[in-house]
């Protein structure tokens, strides 16, 4: 809430129970009964002038050369509650099982099963990022300003990849520096 007040965006609206806030024109996420269905839930559909003003600052930094992205972004932006949301991380994650095989006998090798979760495609996840002086063992001296401009440039146009299971596509993701 309060990166919102600092970038001159409106309050996030309050949302009543079973029910979900979105922009107020263009949404193609909802049902001809004005509900929107995420997994198993039916949730009210409240349009807000909010939400929209959120989905076009959003779509200006995420998309800032896109129009299409930012429409697309506008038409599917769906704020629920925190409940809500909680819900959908534990029953709509994706979870993989995965296995690692004997080479010679091709049967699992023992204590080689293993369960992953990943996030949906599109997931758009925010943070603040901060750096202070560091010293290394040697002595070199890294300032704040050289973190940042190496932030900075990872983040223009590169697709970076965070974690492990680069070579099945997993963690693939673009890093956006707003302000």
């Known amino acids: ?41 039916a ?34 932006l769906c704020l629920v509650t925190d409940d809500t949301l909680s819900f959908l991380l534990e029953t709509a994650t994706e979870i993989t099982a995965r296995i690692q095989l004997e080479d010679k006998t091709k049967t699992v090798k023992s204590g080689a099963l293993w369960y992953e979760e990943s996030l949906p495609a599109e997931t758009i996840l925010a943070g603040l990022v901060m750096a202070t002086t560091i010293k290394n063992k040697e002595g070199k001296v890294t300032e704040p300003e050289e973190v940042f401009a190496m932030v900075k440039k990872l983040s223009e146009n590169t697709i970076l990849q965070f974690g492990g299971n680069a070579t099945v596509g997993r963690g693939l993701c673009r890093a956006i520096l707003v302000g």
Do not use: M, Y
């Not at 995420?62 to 697309?72: A, I, N, R, Y």
């Open 43 to 76: 949730l009210a559909v409240e349009g807000s002038a909010d939400v929209k003003a959120w989905a076009a600052w959003l779509g200006k930094h995420l998309f800032p050369s896109d129009e299409t992205w930012q429409k697309e972004l506008n038409a599917r």
């Open 1 to 41: 809430r309060d990166v919102g007040n600092a970038a001159g965006l409106p309050q996030i609206p309050d949302i009543g129970e079973n029910a979900c806030r979105v922009s107020e024109e263009g949404c193609a996420i909802k049902t001809s009964e004005d509900q929107v269905i995420l997994e198993d839930l």
